[in-house]
């Protein structure tokens, strides 16, 4: 497999979504080695701490209570899982595995979110119990997607055991970046051998300047635009009782395709 840094994103991902599959099954009981945290978290050392921002430090009159996302056992369990067998080696696209299986390892366990119940009469939270839950996988995916736009090359070092910059005036990339070593093939025309199907006939959007407009999405070949008639439910009323009544219109849409 190469190393470009569409693989790098796809180590990231796979790696945050077992975490996050198996915390979650924690929580759920469905899993016979674990369940979810009950009270504080336990400061340990190495990467499976969990780090209390000031911000959530608790004072007298909270408590540590519920049902807590048990992320160490997902983040020990991850790592058994995906990165065993690539323990004893330390060639570039191991390292680079590794290193993109923490990051996306840690969009996990640094976005721990505390939620809180409040406790007291009449509303008055005067005590509230606290627990941690993950974030949402979109969460996720979206602080790797971030990492995936940054996303820095890299070189073997000469001891053989690491990596460095490509460019000795770019800086090292942190735990949490995404990193690669081979430029991305060209994925506007189809090619068998890399499994790009290419770009041409894909829609896309005038209107849009992010990765979907036409302008990027085909390429600068320029696209077609033809008009399509689609049907959707209009002037919906509801019937009592209980029924929603709608009539069917008609409507014109002009869409775009990369030439």
Same mark, same amino acid.
């Given at each position: ?67 807590? /996302?048990?992320?160490?056992?997902? %983040? =020990? ?7 065993? !067998?690539?323990?004893?080696? @330390? ?94 093939? /060209?994925?506007?025309?189809?090619? %068998? =051998? ?7 006939? !894909?829609?896309?959007?005038? @209107? ?52």
């Amino acid at each position: 497999m190469t190393n470009t840094r569409e693989t790098g994103f796809v180590n990231a991902i796979t790696a945050a979504g077992v975490t996050y599959s198996i915390t979650r099954a924690c929580t759920a009981g469905s899993l016979l080695e674990c369940s979810c945290e009950k009270g504080a978290p336990k400061p340990r050392r190495g990467r499976e701490s969990v780090t209390l921002p000031p911000s959530q430090v608790p004072t007298e009159r909270w408590q540590w209570g519920g049902c807590s /996302d048990n992320v160490r056992f997902g %983040l =020990k369990k991850s790592r058994e899982f995906m990165d065993s !067998r690539y323990r004893k080696r @330390s060639d570039i696209k191991t390292l680079i595995k590794l290193h993109n299986h923490n990051a996306g390892r840690l969009a996990v366990k640094n976005n721990m979110k505390m939620e809180c119940k409040c406790h007291g009469l009449s509303g008055s939270c005067t005590l509230r119990t606290c627990w941690w839950r993950m974030p949402t996988f979109r969460e996720v995916g979206d602080r790797l997607r971030d990492r995936f736009e940054g996303a820095a090359k890299v070189i073997a070092s000469n001891d053989g055991d690491s990596f460095m910059p490509e460019s000795p005036s770019i800086k090292k990339p942190g735990k949490k970046d995404i990193i690669y070593s081979e430029e991305s093939p /060209d994925f506007c025309s189809a090619n %068998l =051998k890399t499994g790009s199907l290419g770009t041409i006939g !894909r829609q896309c959007n005038i @209107s849009s300047a992010g990765t979907d407009s036409c302008d990027q999405l085909c390429c600068r070949r320029g696209y077609k635009e033809i008009s399509v008639r689609d049907t959707e439910n209009c002037n919906c009323q509801f019937k009592w009782c209980c029924e929603v009544i709608c009539e069917t219109c008609y409507v014109k849409r002009n869409i775009q395709t990369c030439l």
